[in-house]
């Protein structure tokens, strides 16, 4: 096997073999500054994306606060006016109430009225009729109903 023989200082084989360490330390070097770089820039790109993601997170957060806030809002309306109709519903229902207590109370009055005069007539007929008995030949009256006759 071989061995390893110290190389002389000064000899041609010397330079070369430096020439070729220092190159391969050179690439070496240039490989880790390279993939150093590579890290770098994956670290700053997954940074980027979590930013990115963070902030659509909070601005997700915030439309989903605010649609929530909207809504409640307008279902507070609604109730409200629920509420409101609910009373409005109440004082027309006690109006109507009223309405139909005054209308049967004029129908009343309109019925004893009618009774009443019903009575009358009656009692008219009746005053006739005795005083038709009471006189024979009143009936048929000889009134003629036209003049030419």
Do not use: H
Not at 112 to 122: F, G, M, T
Request: proline share 3%; with cysteine.
């Amino acid at each position: 096997m071989g061995q390893n023989k110290p190389v002389q200082k000064k000899s041609p084989l010397y330079e070369e073999s430096t020439i070729i360490l220092a190159s391969s330390q050179n690439e070496k070097l240039v490989e880790i500054e390279k993939e150093k770089r590579l890290a770098l820039i994956d670290a700053w790109e997954e940074n980027e994306k979590a930013k990115a993601q963070t902030k659509a997170y909070k601005e997700f957060c915030s439309i989903e606060s605010w649609e929530n806030n909207m809504k409640t809002a307008l279902e507070l309306d609604l109730k409200e006016m629920e509420e409101n109709l609910q009373v409005e519903k109440t004082e027309y229902s006690k109006k109507i109430k009223k309405k139909i207590a005054e209308i049967e109370k004029i129908a009343e009055a309109k019925r004893e009225k009618i009774e009443k005069q019903k009575e009358q007539e009656s009692i008219k007929v009746e005053k006739i009729s005795e005083k038709l008995i009471a006189t024979p030949n009143a009936y048929p009256p000889n009134t003629k109903t036209c003049g030419c006759f």
